[in-house]
C-alpha cells in the first residue's frame, strides 16, 4: 500500500507560478515511476508528465516547455513546477504511482485555477 498527498494548488493569474508537491507514503520502496495527471470537468484524466526512476521524463505537449517535475528521493517527494500557466491549465490535478506489481495508487488531487 503507497499513500499519496498532494498540496501546492490555488488560485493564480494567468502568466504566473505554482508548485505541487506529491509526498509518498507507506511502501514505498516498491514505487517504479511518478506522474502527474490533470482532469477538467466533461473531460478525462490525462497524463502531463511522468518520471521513471530510470530518470526518464515525459511530459504532454500542453504543458512541454511550462512543467517541470523533479524528485527528492530521499523524502519521497515528487514536485510539479508550473511556469506561464494559462487559463486551460485549470483542472485538479492528481499524483500518480505505479509499482512493480503495475497496481497504481492516487492522491486526492489538488485544485488549480489559472484566472485569465
Known amino acids: 500500500q503507497v499513500l499519496l498527498e498532494e498540496s501546492g494548488g490555488g488560485l493564480v493569474q494567468a502568466g504566473g507560478s505554482l508548485r505541487l508537491t506529491c509526498v509518498a507514503s507507506?511502501?514505498?520502496?516498491?514505487?517504479?515511476?511518478w506522474a502527474w495527471y490533470r482532469q477538467v470537468p466533461g473531460k478525462e484524466r490525462e497524463s502531463i508528465a511522468t518520471f521513471s526512476l530510470t530518470g526518464n521524463t515525459n511530459y504532454a505537449d500542453s504543458v512541454k516547455g511550462r512543467f517541470v517535475v523533479s524528485r527528492n528521493s530521499a523524502k519521497d517527494t515528487v514536485y510539479l513546477q508550473m511556469n506561464s500557466l494559462k487559463p486551460e491549465d485549470t483542472g485538479v490535478y492528481y499524483c500518480n504511482i505505479e509499482d512493480w506489481r503495475q497496481d497504481n495508487y492516487w492522491g486526492q488531487g489538488t485544485q488549480v485555477t489559472v484566472s485569465s
Open positions: 507507506g511502501n514505498t520502496f516498491r514505487i517504479n515511476s
